[in-house]
């Protein structure tokens, strides 16, 4: 949705140039910088309808991915979550400051993380919301990581559409020809964005875990999400999981899969609600 038809949407756009990616950045509001990280499909305006509510507490920001949105690359390659965690970082210092608030949501989560293991310096607290991670599923994780494979090479053999149908299917585990869209997804991302999560992010996201137990002991406060409506699906369990290894806050927000876009002022009141425990965690 653009911005100029979102009531109270104001926010200040940049380019930050990061190790030969031209990320697109806009924030909006005063006070501790919190970014949001978009997962698959890597756009970030799907939090804007969000972001009027938030910049009541936050310097609130987002980004294109690289390879993304509006954001470019000198040269498309595979996904480096190492890389993705260092854009993260240019966009704290380019906006002047040494630290930030991060919220990562399904695979968006995977970068938060990584931020949060590789650049503890650079993190104030972290909200991950049903991060897809199947390596932590207890039953599943052999028949997920095997369905994951499938996709990747029904994208080669007959593109990035028909592997989409597979992959919200593995999801919901719902048969292929009943399996629905969920409201928030319904509408597929445009093609060529569609062929570019596929061809250079999918398998890498599907198959990379970052090293919870460093984690764990970086001092970084972390909570782990999980909304109400995903009881069930993997990406749900999977957080569960996570915050038992992470020792840290699971929360239950209303909502399923894409709050921010189904109710983006629950969203932003739900994470702010979070952000203030992982803040009184600390003592401050």
């Known amino acids: 949705m653009s911005?100029?038809?979102i009531p109270d949407l104001n926010p200040i756009y940049e380019t930050i140039e990061n190790e030969g990616a031209s990320l697109k950045v806009w924030h909006q509001g005063h006070g501790p910088l919190l970014i949001l990280i978009q997962g698959g499909g890597g756009d970030g305006a799907r939090f804007n309808e969000a972001i009027p509510t938030l910049s009541q507490h936050y310097k609130v920001c987002t980004y294109d991915r690289?390879?993304?949105?509006?954001?470019?690359?000198a040269k498309p390659r595979m996904l480096n979550?190492?890389?993705?965690?260092?854009?993260?970082?240019a966009i704290i210092r380019g906006l002047g400051f040494t630290k930030a608030a991060l919220f990562g949501t399904s695979s968006g989560g995977i970068i938060a993380l990584q931020v949060a293991e590789s650049y503890p310096e650079f993190v104030d607290r972290v909200v991950i919301h049903e991060i897809p991670i199947v390596s932590f599923l207890p039953e599943e994780s052999i028949r997920k990581v095997d369905a994951g494979y499938n996709i990747y090479q029904t994208y080669l053999e007959q593109g990035a559409e028909t592997a989409l149908v597979h992959f919200r299917s593995s999801?919901?585990?719902?048969?292929?020809?009943?399996?629905?869209?969920?409201?928030?997804?319904?509408?597929?991302?445009?093609?060529?964005?569609?062929?570019?999560?596929f061809r250079y992010e999918f398998l890498v996201f599907h198959i990379y875990t970052p090293n919870l137990h460093r984690i764990r002991t970086s001092g970084v406060p972390i909570a782990t999400v999980e909304g109400e409506e995903s009881k069930g699906v993997f990406h749900a369990t999977s957080a569960r999981v996570q915050s038992e290894i992470?020792?840290?806050t699971h929360v239950i927000w209303p909502g399923a899969h894409a709050p921010f876009v189904t109710d983006p002022t629950m969203f932003a009141v739900e994470l702010h609600k979070t952000l203030e425990v992982l803040r009184k965690q600390r003592g401050e």
């Open 66 to 73: 690289r390879g993304n949105g509006e954001s470019t690359v």
């Open 246 to 248: 992470l020792h840290c």
């Open 171 to 197: 999801v919901t585990g719902k048969p292929i020809e009943t399996a629905p869209a969920s409201a928030a997804a319904a509408k597929a991302p445009e093609p060529h964005r569609l062929d570019y999560f």
């Open 3 to 5: 911005s100029d038809t």
């Open 81 to 89: 979550p190492m890389e993705s965690a260092r854009d993260v970082t």
